[in-house]
Structure formats: structure tokens, C-alpha cells
């Protein structure tokens, strides 16, 4: 995605400050921003907006402020930029849990907005291919497991080892041009129907 095409959306109360992020961003190529200046309803509006990424600015933020911040973090999905003037241990540990991609402490400079901007990006999608990752993974385990549950019902009705269960099952799945995973999945659930006090 071009730089240029990013729908940056500003999150700030404060109009001198957003002034000094927008320029930034429009010095550094970014030319679709839209700023809210107004913390009421702030999860719809984002959601009405859909921006590629957000930039939040919080002068000197109380603990519930940040906590609600991060709660919108958890939501969105987006790579967010967080500046905040001073903060704590807490704090900093408590915006990476929730997902902020670059959380700034008293950086807000005009040419920092780019190559924060950037990194935010960076980090929200390196994370974002990680989970995805981690989700394919839990799924090969799943399908593993259903798998091993069919080969174990056709080794105990056929009488088969188990790679001739497996085969069987290769063979029933080519011939139907189907996945194994489906064919299992079908065996595991038309047995759980067959015998619903038995194991499998």
C-alpha cells in the first residue's frame, strides 16, 4: 500500500499538537487525514472512518484515559502510534499487551511522525502474520488430532494398521476429491452419532 493512499486517522484533544502531527504527516507524503478532536464516541467513529492506521496524542493521560485507549487498541485492529508526554513502567507494558504498535514517549516532533508512522506499520503487521501463523498452526494440531480420532475408529472397525487406516482414508478422500481433514472430520462426527457414550 502506497504511503500516500494510508487513511491516517489523528486522535487528539489538543488543536496545536494535531496541527504539529498533520504537518508531519503531510510533509512525509501522507495526504488522507482525518483528525477527531473529540474523545465522545470514539470507537463508532472509527469504525465509520475505517483508517489504515491511527496516531493517538495524549498530553499528560490519567490512568483511565490510558486504560480506555487501550481497550480501543484491543478493538480496532489497526497499527497505532501513541504519543504521550510522560509515562511509567506500567503503563509502557500495559499499551504493548493491548496491541499500540509504537507507543512514544515525550517524542512529538514534526519529523519523527514519518519514521514512527512507518515502524507503527512495520510492527502491527509483523505481529499481525504471527498470530495468523499461530492460528494456521492451532488448526494443523486440530486437524492432527481429528485425523488421529478416524485413523483410530477404522484400526478398531477394519482391524487395520495404522498406516492402512491412513491410507484408506487418502485413498476414500481421493476418490471423492475431497480433503483427508474432511473425510476424518465426517468419520469422527457419523460415529459420535452412532455411539454418543463412546470415546470418539
Same mark, same amino acid.
Given at each position: !500500500?502506497?504511503?500516500?493512499?494510508?487513511?491516517?486517522?489523528?486522535?487528539?484533544?489538543? $488543536?496545536?499538537?494535531?496541527?504539529?502531527? #498533520?504537518?508531519? @504527516? &503531510?510533509?512525509?507524503? +501522507?495526504?488522507?487525514?482525518?483528525? =477527531?478532536?473529540?474523545?465522545?464516541?470514539?470507537? &463508532? $467513529?472509527?469504525?465509520?472512518?475505517?483508517?489504515?492506521?491511527?496516531?493517538?496524542?495524549?498530553?499528560?493521560?490519567?490512568?483511565? !484515559? @490510558?486504560?480506555?485507549?487501550?481497550? *480501543?487498541?484491543?478493538?480496532?485492529?489497526?497499527?497505532?502510534?501513541?504519543?504521550?508526554?510522560?509515562?511509567?513502567?506500567?503503563?509502557?507494558?500495559?499499551?504493548?499487551? /493491548?496491541?499500540?504498535?509504537? +507507543? =512514544?514517549?515525550?517524542?512529538?516532533?514534526?519529523?519523527?511522525?514519518?519514521?514512527?508512522?512507518?515502524?507503527?506499520?512495520?510492527?502491527?503487521?509483523?505481529?499481525?502474520?504471527?498470530?495468523?501463523? *499461530?492460528?494456521?498452526?492451532?488448526?494443523?494440531? #486440530?486437524?492432527?488430532?481429528?485425523?488421529?480420532?478416524?485413523?483410530?475408529?477404522? !484400526?478398531?472397525?477394519?482391524? @487395520?494398521?495404522?498406516?492402512?487406516?491412513?491410507? *484408506?482414508?487418502?485413498?476414500?478422500?481421493?476418490?471423492?476429491?475431497?480433503?483427508?481433514?474432511?473425510? /476424518?472430520?465426517? *468419520?469422527?462426527?457419523?460415529?459420535? @452419532?452412532?455411539?454418543?457414550?463412546?470415546?470418539?
Amino acid at each position: !500500500m502506497q504511503q500516500s493512499r494510508l487513511n491516517v486517522l489523528v486522535i487528539d484533544e489538543n $488543536r496545536i499538537r494535531v496541527a504539529i502531527i #498533520e504537518e508531519g @504527516l &503531510r510533509d512525509a507524503g +501522507y495526504d488522507q487525514v482525518t483528525v =477527531i478532536d473529540n474523545m465522545h464516541g470514539l470507537a &463508532r $467513529r472509527i469504525a465509520d472512518l475505517n483508517p489504515d492506521v491511527i496516531v493517538i496524542d495524549l498530553e499528560n493521560p490519567n490512568r483511565d !484515559m @490510558l486504560e480506555s485507549m487501550f481497550q *480501543l487498541s484491543r478493538a480496532v485492529r489497526r497499527p497505532i502510534a501513541m504519543f504521550v508526554d510522560q509515562s511509567d513502567e506500567a503503563s509502557i507494558e500495559a499499551a504493548v499487551e /493491548a496491541g499500540v504498535s509504537a +507507543y =512514544i514517549v515525550d517524542g512529538l516532533k514534526q519529523e519523527r511522525v514519518r519514521p514512527i508512522l512507518k515502524m507503527a506499520i512495520s510492527r502491527f503487521n509483523a505481529f499481525a502474520r504471527l498470530n495468523r501463523e *499461530l492460528e494456521e498452526t492451532r488448526g494443523e494440531l #486440530e486437524g492432527r488430532k481429528i485425523i488421529d480420532r478416524a485413523k483410530g475408529l477404522i !484400526m478398531r472397525s477394519r482391524g @487395520l494398521s495404522e498406516d492402512e487406516a491412513y491410507a *484408506l482414508l487418502r485413498k476414500t478422500a481421493m476418490n471423492q476429491n475431497r480433503k483427508i481433514i474432511d473425510i /476424518a472430520q465426517g *468419520l469422527v462426527t457419523a460415529a459420535s @452419532l452412532l455411539d454418543p457414550g463412546g470415546k470418539e
